[in-house]
């Protein structure tokens, strides 16, 4: 099977296949997912909490991004990679974004970036799908603009504001955006936009009916436990298990139990008579 791309993921909307997303960060996590079948992997910028300890993504620069992108594509083989493009990016101008995109895709291995906005955002999109990088839509919850909207709050709950994200999800179809994250929004609403849309949603906190999920890979893996959203589920508690790890192993140093034979290597004997009785 050759690398997911855009149209496979097009086609998957269009049998009703759902579509899994993760996150991944490094060559490690994403060699696992992409042996796991995972079609579409995302360098987050949620790299910047659960990696790089920030208490948000805002400090998460273009270097960290690619930085990261780069180990992720080493590791995927078949999966299609898609990259955040971090605060400030792609604000101040469609100049500065078509340049910061296609570092994403030069230097970074991306084959599709992904940024947060709708409406305001969609000529930007328009500008980066014309120069041929797939763009993913992110609307709802944006995290880069959580002091603007007043905390991590869920989205859409009233008129207007589901009236709003209706049209953002429309202006970002219409831009040219292959898909669009729907992140905390009420089930009904996102229902709805996925019905709307002929593009797949890929929800997070956004119920069971979007196209396909997205999950931060250290909170369904209990690795990263500061703060669980409730949108999370957590398939295992590595957290405890890595921790419980590196526990064992300071005892094990500590009473001299490892390293053992077993972990060692030898030498021929006679080597080391003639340097403690040198000629
Ligand atoms: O940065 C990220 O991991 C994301 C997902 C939460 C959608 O944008």
Redesign the pocket.
């Known amino acids: 099977m050759g690398k997911v791309n855009v149209l496979d993921v097009a086609e998957m909307k269009a049998r009703g296949e759902k579509i899994p997303m993760i996150?991944a960060y490094d060559f490690t996590s994403a060699q696992l997912a992409d042996r796991a079948g995972i079609p579409l992997l995302?360098v987050?910028?949620?790299?910047g909490m659960v990696v790089l300890g920030y208490d948000s993504?805002i400090p998460v620069t273009m270097e960290d991004m690619l930085h990261h992108a780069k180990a992720v594509a080493r590791g995927a083989k078949q999966s299609m990679i898609v990259v955040?493009m971090p605060f400030m990016s792609y604000q101040v101008d469609e100049q500065q974004a078509m340049t910061n995109a296609a570092r994403l895709m030069q230097e970074g291995g991306a084959h599709a970036v992904?940024l947060e906005g709708g409406v305001k955002i969609a000529p930007t999109v328009a500008r980066i799908v014309e120069a041929g990088i797939p763009v993913m839509g992110?609307i709802g919850l944006t995290?880069q603009s959580v002091h603007a909207l007043g905390g991590y709050r869920v989205q859409g709950r009233q008129q207007e504001q589901a009236a709003q994200l209706v049209k953002d999800a429309e202006a970002l179809q219409q831009a040219g955006a292959f898909a669009v994250?729907l992140?905390v929004v009420p089930s009904q609403l996102a229902r709805l936009i996925t019905q709307r849309l002929k593009i797949p949603t890929i929800g997070?906190g956004a119920g069971p009916e979007c196209d396909g999920q997205?999950q931060?890979l250290h909170d369904m893996l209990g690795l990263f436990t500061d703060f669980v959203p409730k949108h999370v589920k957590r398939y295992a508690d590595l957290g405890e298990v890595v921790q419980a790890s590196f526990a064992q192993y300071a005892q094990d140093v500590k009473e001299g139990s490892f390293p053992t034979k077993e972990h060692s290597f030898s030498m021929d004997e006679s080597i080391l008579e003639n340097l403690a009785n040198p000629q």
């Open positions: 996150t995302l987050g910028d949620s790299l993504t955040d992904k992110h995290p994250v992140e997070i997205v931060v």
